[in-house]
């Protein structure tokens, strides 16, 4: 079993930035793929980043270049770092922990943006 703590979200102005950081405890392998995603209401969870434990990427195309997602295996924690952030980026954060064939996912931690 997989535990996962999301902090760092808030209410934040256009253009600003926030960090999010996602903290994993439990049994944790060493192979796995750490993740963000989010959703608002009345739309499926989408995507926003990934990363695998080998430093692989992955971006939604929305987030390129403003946003970037790390990992941090010591701490058995991933951050995303938001940038440039946009109103249309408002929704709860999700982080994910995919292991041994197991989905694990955090309780989510809301991001408003907005003047």
């Known amino acids: 079993q997989v535990q996962l703590v999301e902090s760092g979200g808030g209410l934040v102005q256009p253009g600003g930035s926030l960090r999010l950081s996602c903290a994993a405890s439990g049994s944790i392998f060493s192979i796995k793929r750490m993740g963000w995603y989010r959703q608002t209401p009345g739309k499926q969870r989408e995507l926003v980043a990934t990363?695998?434990?080998?430093?692989?990427?992955n971006y939604a195309d929305s987030v390129k270049g403003r946003f970037t997602i790390s990992g941090d295996n010591t701490k058995n924690t991933v951050y995303l770092q938001m940038n440039s952030l946009k109103p249309e980026d408002t929704a709860v954060y999700y982080c994910?922990?995919?292991?041994?064939?197991?989905?694990?996912w955090g309780k989510g931690t809301p991001v408003t943006v907005s003047s």
């Open positions: 990363i695998t434990s080998g430093g692989i990427r």
């Open positions: 994910s922990w995919y292991q041994g064939g197991t989905d694990y």
